[in-house]
């Protein structure tokens, strides 16, 4: 065989990328009796996942009875402004507590009522408390409970493992590229069937909550064996990261602290988020203070704070309070938690944001407001899937959580994003052990397609360049947070475009110093190309799209055009270009969409 | 803004030795800002972990001047202005290249301690029980996000290579004593607690408490209720005497 000369593994389901989705779907193909992988480009259990914090939202009725699957199903495509796949979107309300005991069932240990059931608490956009919680971690609980269960089920970790890749036979993927961290060697992995669990993009953005690893490489992965992309436009800027100091620039502050009690003020100690109510919410919402605080502990005769509208309105808020100069001091706005609850509740229930301000920020939440700023923590859009069995466009190829899209439509309301990580996670795993036990044997991988691959990875190391990748990716960074941040336009749009053709073509003269054991600087050339692939979907989508809806806000189209309601946009790899198409959404059966109106 | 000096340890497995790099600091950097400049700037190769820079995941541990700390959570203004700042690898763990070594004891340590068993659910929904009260311990131990820190200081790894065998260490009591006290957990462990793991070796030098970034308390809390237990099954006279009677193991 030609590629003997890279080490070379089989599976019947490769999972690429360790979290939430990653972990559950492998221990679900792993539960069908098909030979896994699980690869990940960190070591187990250091995932984007352990940064959640706030919870998990789940129906499960535990503090309001009333709560169903259709109440957070309605909940779900408001917020994603009824651009979300519905059949996703129901699957997701009807199967999430079920997951959520299961973890419970593996060791989890959620904050409790009073009666030893599973504690839910508040967040934006949801009717009633629904998020299972453990204090500020509920992220960190989750990996583990995922890890501890999977280590003893007989999955093959290939830790610090990076995906360049994938291999495709005729049409279907059949495996993939990669290299070890440690020593830079290549390694190939031939599969029956691929899932993408690789979460998201944010590390394109210079101010984000995101980590290293979320360069946007399943969707590339994706993108680069020909798999259609949706919802690309749709980047969730979280209304409250932190600003300062600027180092921390970005490291998210829990929506749980509003969900607890915490408002947010302007300089002159407003509560601004009063002003900034949409039509599309006002029916539902609190209009004076004393309402609003009443919600928090009576919601059948109070509606919910302004402070919990969804994410992307309060992101909106706060820009346009900052731009109207009633900023804090570092060019944020408040978020006061300290005259609203005391400092006990505040330290038992927001722990990692106490210790956070403590330690990085010299700020004691329990005396003093947080300085609070939006910062890039969320792709709504990704691989185009099949809602039942998360197959995307490449047969053979399936993707789940972040990285796959529709799911969240327009704008993902916190706490639906752990939730969807071990629905969808699941479903993955049965379904890409499913295709992979009706897939015949064996088949082969052309040499020269790994040849080629190693060629352009070595590259940095061997061409006359002149760029340094770090350089590189600070540029990046800085065009994405300028020109396609939160609030866009087309000249904006287009100027990103061309920046980023520039970008590309100092990509291809990276060199990178050293030798392929452990270098970061090689191993950031190569996930560049990850990054400027995704910046460019984005910007060609945000393009396209002409109108503001969700995370998507256009200051030359400002309204909601309903015939952009209707289409999801669709990029895709023609040949070597990027095309982009409107496509129609698919279509709510009349039984869901009763739920809309009568609820109204 | 002010430069400061960094002596960053460099090398793999053959060898290495400490690199003087001085790059630009700012108010608020913590130390993994200052090893991401000189990456930047001075050495794109230079090799370190991190991932959630708030101190969340874990990864980013490393000696600096001698202490065991997270990267991420340690604030330049710790340090008297001027000062040069040394920061080198964890030191118990086989170094694989610069600030980055070889951790793979731990995830063998982890695999070896056997799943999670819960008792049947307590309601016909497939739901549990349980009070606030009885799972707040359990929660503190379940805080631990895996840095290491404290199996790099434990002086049973770090000074006798050969007992890493018959030695779990400091994380892994605390897993132990999280398994152990989990009111679902139905698993018995105390027999693994004493031979596998070894917790007899620890003397309760509390060398990992002071370490934690998570302020555990992993002496206090986990390792000694879990030495407790361990007489208690193995060594109470009385229960001795039962199983001679009895016959039982």
């Known amino acids: ?600 | 803004m002010a430069d400061v000096t960094v002596r960053v340890w460099r090398g793999n497995a053959q060898g290495g030795a400490f690199h003087e790099y001085r790059v630009p600091v700012e108010e608020g950097m913590v130390v993994l800002d200052v090893l991401h400049r000189i990456q930047a700037i001075h050495a794109n190769d230079l090799a370190l972990r991190w991932n959630c820079k708030a101190g969340k995941c874990g990864s980013c541990g490393a000696e600096v001047n001698g202490h065991p700390r997270l990267t991420c959570m340690t604030r330049m203004n710790i340090f008297t202005p001027g000062e040069t700042i040394t920061v080198a690898p964890m030191k118990t763990f086989p170094i694989i290249k610069d600030l980055v070594t070889d951790v793979s004891f731990n995830f063998q340590v982890a695999k070896k301690i056997p799943a999670f068993q819960s008792r049947p659910p307590d309601a016909p929904d497939g739901s549990w029980r349980m009070m606030q009260e009885d799972i707040d311990r359990v929660q503190e131990f379940r805080k631990c996000i895996e840095c290491f820190l404290c199996q790099n200081v434990c002086h049973v790894i770090r000074d006798h290579e050969g007992k890493k065998q018959h030695f779990a260490g400091p994380r892994f009591f605390v897993r132990l004593a999280e398994l152990e006290m989990h009111p679902l957990d139905t698993g018995t462990r105390t027999g693994l607690v004493k031979e596998f793991a070894g917790i007899g070796l620890c003397n309760i030098t509390k060398c990992c408490t002071e370490v934690c970034p998570e302020h555990i308390r992993i002496t206090d809390n986990a390792i000694i209720p879990l030495k407790e237990r361990v007489v208690d099954e193995h060594y109470d006279p009385v229960v001795w005497l039962l199983r001679k009677v009895l016959g039982k193991r």
């Open chain 1, 1 to 600: 065989m030609a590629d003997e000369k890279y080490e070379t593994h089989e599976y019947d389901v490769i999972v690429i990328g360790a979290g939430g989705a990653g972990l559950r779907a492998a221990i679900e193909a792993s539960a069908q009796g098909v030979r896994t992988a699980l690869i990940c480009k960190s070591l187990l259990g250091k995932a984007h996942t352990v940064m959640a914090e706030g919870g998990i939202a789940a129906a499960l009725g535990n503090v309001y009875p009333e709560d169903n699957w259709q109440v957070h199903f309605r909940d779900t495509m408001r917020g994603g402004k009824m651009l979300n796949n519905w059949r996703m979107a129901q699957l997701h309300a009807q199967e999430a507590p079920a997951r959520v005991v299961e973890l419970e069932a593996w060791g989890a240990l959620f904050d409790r009522t009073k009666d030893g059931r599973i504690l839910q608490r508040d967040f934006g956009g949801h009717r009633y408390a629904r998020l299972a919680h453990v204090g500020d971690r509920t992220g960190l609980e989750m990996i583990r409970t995922l890890q501890q269960h999977a280590v003893h089920k007989g999955i093959d970790v290939f830790m610090e493992c990076t995906i360049v890749r994938l291999l495709k036979e005729g049409e279907r993927a059949c495996g993939a590229f990669g290299y070890w961290r440690e020593t830079g060697r290549f390694v190939v992995f031939k599969a029956k069937a691929v899932v993408l669990a690789t979460g998201g993009i944010g590390k394109a953005w210079k101010i984000t909550s995101n980590s290293w690893e979320y360069t946007g490489d399943g969707h590339a992965l994706a993108y680069g064996v020909g798999a259609d992309l949706i919802d690309m436009e749709f980047v969730q800027f979280h209304p409250t990261g932190m600003v300062w100091p600027p180092s921390v620039r970005g490291i998210l502050v829990t929506e749980g602290v509003r969900g607890d009690g915490g408002t947010l003020k302007n300089a002159l100690g407003e509560r601004f988020m009063f002003n900034y109510i949409p039509e599309f919410f006002r029916a539902e919402t609190a209009e004076t203070e004393a309402e609003a605080d009443g919600w928090y502990t009576d919601k059948k005769k109070n509606r919910r704070t302004p402070d919990l509208l969804p994410r992307d309105e309060v992101a909106r808020a706060i820009v346009a309070e900052i731009k109207a100069g009633r900023g804090s001091p570092h060019g944020g706005v408040f978020l006061d938690i300290a005259s609203r609850r005391d400092p006990e509740t505040i330290k038992r229930r927001l722990p990692s944001m106490y210790h956070q301000f403590k330690e990085l920020a010299d700020v004691d939440i329990t005396k003093q407001p947080m300085e609070v700023g939006p910062t890039c923590h969320y792709a709504m859009g990704g691989v185009r899937v099949d809602a039942d069995t998360t197959a995307a466009t490449v047969p053979g190829l399936f993707a789940a959580g972040e990285v796959a899209g529709g799911m969240h439509g327009a704008n993902r309301l916190g706490g639906n994003s752990l939730s969807d990580l071990v629905v969808f996670g699941r479903r993955a795993g049965l379904y890409a052990a499913e295709y992979a036990k009706r897939s015949p044997g064996s088949f082969t991988v052309d040499a020269g397609q790994l040849g080629a691959i190693a060629r352009e990875c070595l590259e940095p190391f061997e061409r006359g360049g002149d760029e340094n990748p770090y350089t590189v990716h600070r540029d990046l960074q800085e065009c994405m947070q300028i020109l396609v941040g939160i609030i866009r336009n087309e000249g904006e749009l287009k100027k990103a475009l061309e920046e980023l053709a520039v970008l590309r073509e100092r990509q291809g003269r990276v060199r990178v110093a050293g030798n392929r054991q452990y270098n970061p600087g090689w191993h950031l050339a190569m996930d560049l190309h990850s990054m400027l692939t995704v910046s460019e979907a984005v910007a060609r989508a945000a393009l396209e799209r002409k109108e503001s809806r969700g995370a998507h806000t256009r200051e030359d189209y400002p309204r909601m055009d309903p015939t952009f309601g209707k289409v999801n946009v669709v990029v895709r790899r023609v040949g070597d270009a990027m095309s982009v198409s409107q496509e129609p959404l698919p279509q709510m059966p009349d039984d869901l969409r009763r739920l809309f109106e009568e609820s109204k």
